[in-house]
């Protein structure tokens, strides 16, 4: 056994209502700089849709992350033998025109504008050249069209939907829709890592975040093209990738990262999970049904003497084993099983999990529309109005049975929790609902308190970091106190 | 006064210039790797334009690659160079294939330059030393091109007469007798070459000296720790695939 620890998250999409203040938040801290202003490090997609990148989830176009080839893990994008063919033009590189060019509007012609009969207007202008352009697209372009037939019947996950439940997706009384908040997934297995020519992307012992080394880095763009969440970019300005970084200065400081604190509908939690890396490379390479059974394996029961002990043996501080036995993450991924990894099918192990999210309830079909009027109260799942294969092919690896456990118990939970404040549901039934999704009374209190009455503190379990033992390492820490803060000192600014 | 005749000319193109291009490479490329690492790539264009890019970049690419080796092994092995053009048609096809990498790699820098000219987004990341690279490429590419039409059999007199001349700058002995007697068109290909060496260390051009050749031999995923202290002791040799990069 091979413990580390790593920093994990936990989206709840029941509870995400789409502001997208998280992708704000993270915009004005770490993307606002010339050649990043295209890049969300933090989105929110619509579901059924097609997302950003357009079609990211299309691997067959980005042919990003791993496949299995003769029992081999191998990256689709890259190999050796393809680092030195394709190192002049990488042909698995996604170009601008698959995000969207940046655009402001020129606003000072709000208030220069000669007076006439018209109403002065802001026109865009592209934030890579200045010139007027006509806005085509955009970071959030079919925000909340569901339903609609360019954005959402382009999505991916539609693969394997009866052509009746394609057409439910999009007739106008039944279309449903969802939102997908992404940040980068801190992979145990990043396929960026393994791609990079230069070596610059890493992953930090001590928590697992995956950072990439400004320095190091020659903009060789592989990470781009391997990465099948597409969550590194391309900064065209300084010619160097750049990817969501948890937030990691916040987190040393004991904060938790900007997208996670600003959320509105506190649908994100964060906490340490401990896991065997010695098994890593077997888990990844399993079928792809065995695969979110072969990652929940990975990780540890941090109350278990003998994962202590392995812990420590490990130099993992008390401290973080501390953390990891008070995280709100492996609660909802080891202990109650109801939050998935996304499309782990691309094999990068992602060290983010969603909640699946339950369709919406109190309405029923009554010839061909919708109505409130139920005779159940809350439906069956099998009748949710999102096709459990859609969901099936997002957070399960197009296998509905882990997805279908997941929504069980958080149905459950709440026909429980409505027999008890209601009253409603006769309490039998809610019991033998819960038996049924393999839930206890207690484990439904639990469940409840961390979805629905969560504190601060609960949904963000920090664990200390540590860094002041990193500077030990090089140097004194009151020598170090004097000198902090210039270590980086150019401008990230290119010469010639 | 001084006498600014043909021989003295010579001497500075051909002696001093060398030298100085030399030493400005090592000392700026050393200088700004150590201290602007930041800034040690090319600046790649591809995310702003992705499909004219293939054309110019790749033949240009593999052109150069081989017209450089090319002028490396003959300047290594001359001997070995002659002896195989010994034969006609053995020399025909070192000429031939070299003259076609040199097309390749110009018309590679003219769909290059077109692209630059070209795409509004790509415009915006070409900066003036860019151009300059450009113009001093062209005239490298254009001068070895008509001295392999008109100066025929290059890839012979350059073995015999150019490559003393090379070694003896080499072995700091400088003899420019040769080089000296050489057509114009010789001597501006040399010049060009040397104003590339001494101009490329404060360019993109440094991208070739960080060529990731380690990616062929190490482990796909890379670790790191704070410190030698944290790094998990007696788990140093990392199963399968994780290895564990040094800080």
């Known amino acids: ?496 | 006064m001084f006498d600014v005749g043909p021989f003295l000319l010579d001497t500075v193109l051909f002696v001093v210039f060398p030298y100085v291009s030399l030493v400005l490479f090592l000392i700026v490329s050393i200088r700004r790797y150590r201290s602007e690492s930041f800034t040690y790539s090319s600046l790649s264009s591809q995310f702003l334009e992705n499909k004219h890019h293939f054309w110019g970049l790749v033949p240009f690419h593999y052109g150069i690659i081989v017209v450089l080796l090319g002028h490396v092994v003959a300047f290594l092995v001359p001997r070995e160079i002659l002896w195989w053009n010994s034969h006609p048609a053995r020399l025909y096809i070192l000429e031939g294939s070299a003259f076609m990498a040199a097309l390749l790699s110009m018309v590679g820098l003219v769909s290059i330059i077109i692209r630059r000219i070209t795409d509004r987004k790509v415009r915006m990341v070409t900066s003036v030393a860019d151009w300059v690279i450009f113009g001093n490429f062209i005239v490298q590419i254009l001068s070895g091109l008509s001295v392999a039409i008109f100066h025929s059999w290059g890839s012979s007199w350059f073995a015999s007469l150019a490559v003393p001349y090379l070694w003896s700058l080499v072995t700091l002995t400088p003899d420019i007798t040769y080089v000296t007697a050489m057509p114009w068109m010789v001597k501006l290909h040399i010049v060009s070459a040397y104003t590339m060496i001494a101009f490329a260390p404060f360019t993109r051009l440094v991208h070739i000296l960080v060529v990731p050749n380690p990616y062929l031999w190490r482990k796909p995923q890379v670790v790191r720790w704070y410190g030698i202290r944290r790094k998990p002791k007696g788990s140093v040799a990392e199963p399968g695939a994780f290895a564990d990069a040094a800080n």
């Open chain 1, 1 to 496: 056994m091979n413990v580390r620890s790593q920093i994990s998250m936990v989206f709840h999409l029941d509870k995400c209502i789409g502001c997208h203040t998280c992708s704000i938040a993270c915009k004005n801290i770490w993307t606002d700089r010339k050649g990043t202003e295209y890049m969300w490090w933090n989105n929110v997609e619509t579901k059924p849709g097609t997302g950003f990148p357009t079609k990211w989830e299309d691997q067959e176009k980005y042919r990003g992350g791993w496949e299995l080839r003769d029992g081999k893990l191998v990256l689709k994008s890259t190999s050796k033998a393809k680092t030195v063919t394709n190192i002049f033009h990488n042909p698995s590189m996604p170009s601008m025109d698959d995000y969207y060019e940046p655009w402001t509007y020129k606003y000072d012609e709000l208030f220069n504008a000669p007076e006439g009969s018209d109403q002065p207007t802001a026109r865009p202008v592209s934030m890579v050249t200045g010139e007027y352009i006509n806005v085509e697209s955009g970071p959030n372009w079919d925000d909340d069209l569901g339903g609609s037939r360019i954005y959402a019947e382009s999505d991916p996950n539609l693969k394997g939907l009866s052509e009746e439940q394609r057409q439910q997706l999009s007739a106008v009384e039944r279309l449903v829709l969802f939102y997908f908040p992404r940040i980068c997934n801190h992979c145990l297995n990043p396929s960026c890592v393994a791609s990079c020519p230069s070596g610059a992307l890493y992953k930090r012992g001590e928590d697992g975040i995956v950072l990439i080394d400004q320095k190091r880095c020659r903009g060789w763009r592989a990470c781009v093209a391997a990465c099948p969440y597409k969550k590194t970019f391309y900064n065209w300005s300084t010619g160097k990738s750049e990817k969501c970084v948890l937030c990691y200065p916040r987190l040393e400081t004991g904060q938790a990262p900007a997208c996670f604190h600003s959320c509105v509908g506190r649908i994100r939690y964060l906490g340490v999970l401990l896991y065997d890396a010695d098994r890593l490379e077997e888990v990844a390479k399993l079928p792809d049904e065995q695969l979110i059974d072969g990652q929940r394996s990975l990780i540890l029961d941090p109350h278990d003497p003998e994962v202590i002990a392995a812990a420590r043996k490990n130099n993992i501080h008390d401290s973080v084993i501390e953390s990891a036995q008070n995280s709100p993450v492996y609660k909802f991924v080891k202990e109650w099983k109801i939050a998935l990894p996304p499309h782990i099918e691309y094999r990068t192990l992602p060290m983010l999990f969603y909640v699946p999210p339950m369709s919406p309830v109190m309405a029923n079909r009554n010839d061909d529309t919708v109505s409130s009027v139920s005779d159940e109260f809350f439906h069956d799942i099998e009748q949710a109005r999102v096709p459990l294969q859609f969901l099936a092919n997002l957070f399960g690896a197009g296998h509905q049975g882990k997805l279908v456990y997941a929504l069980k118990k958080q149905k459950a939970v709440r026909v429980y929790r409505r027999a008890k404040t209601v009253g409603d549901i006769p309490m039998k039934t809610a019991e033998a609902i819960l038996r049924e999704a393999d839930c206890t009374v207690e484990e439904a209190e639990r469940i409840y308190e961390l979805t629905s009455l969560c504190t601060f503190e609960e949904r963000f379990v920090i664990p200390p970091m540590h860094r002041e033992e990193a500077i030990e390492m090089m140097k004194d820490p009151q020598e170090h106190k004097t000198a902090v803060g210039f270590g980086f000192m150019e401008p990230p600014e290119r010469g010639l």
